[in-house]
C-alpha cells in the first residue's frame, strides 16, 4: 500500500533544539479542489512526516472553504510511512469536517483513541510515523480547503 497523495515534502518547517522550544506547531493547507490532491473512496493522504519521540498531542482542521456536500466521512490519523493505518481516525473520524459552515476550526476530542477524554493525550511512539488523513466516504472529495493543524511536543532529549 502506499499513499494516492503525499505532501510530505517541502514543508519548511525545522523541529527545535532544547528547552521549552520543544513545542511546536505544524500547519499545511490542502486545496482538494487541486487535481494532484483530489482524494476518491478509500484513498490516503500524507500531510507530515513524524519523527519518533514526537508527541502530537492535537490535530485541528481549519475549514476554509467547504468540502462537497455530498462527502461527510475525512479521517485523521496515524500511519505507518508505506501508508498502512495505526489508527487512521485517532485524532478526527469524519463527519463534522464535512458538515461545518466554512470558516470553522475543528476538533474532536471526545471519543478519538487520541482524545485527552479517552484517557490519552495525543500519539507518540519510538519509530518515525505519518500524520495523515482518509477518505472513507463513499464519495470523492474533490472540493475544500482544508488547513491541518498538528500541536506537538519533541520529547526527545
Not at 456536500?69 to 475525512?74: A, Q, Y
Amino acid at each position: 500500500m502506499a499513499f494516492t497523495v503525499d505532501l510530505t515534502t517541502d514543508e519548511g518547517i525545522s523541529l527545535p533544539w532544547s528547552g521549552h522550544d520543544k513545542h511546536f506547531v505544524l500547519k499545511k493547507t490542502v486545496d482538494f479542489s487541486v487535481a494532484a490532491n483530489k482524494l476518491t473512496t478509500d484513498r490516503y493522504m500524507a500531510l507530515f512526516d513524524i519523527p519518533g519521540g514526537v508527541l502530537v498531542t492535537e490535530v485541528i482542521v481549519k475549514v476554509t472553504t467547504n468540502a462537497d456536500s455530498d462527502c461527510d466521512d475525512l479521517n485523521v490519523g496515524s500511519f505507518e510511512a508505506d501508508a498502512t493505518p495505526i489508527i487512521a481516525d485517532g485524532f478526527i473520524d469524519g463527519g463534522t469536517v464535512y458538515a461545518s459552515t466554512a470558516p470553522a476550526y475543528l476538533r474532536d476530542p471526545a471519543g478519538e483513541t487520541y482524545s485527552i477524554n479517552n484517557g490519552t493525550v495525543g500519539f507518540v511512539r519510538a519509530t518515525d510515523w505519518v500524520l495523515g488523513c482518509e477518505n472513507q466516504d463513499a464519495h470523492d472529495l474533490v472540493k475544500g480547503v482544508f488547513t491541518f493543524i498538528a500541536i506537538c511536543e519533541d520529547l526527545r532529549f
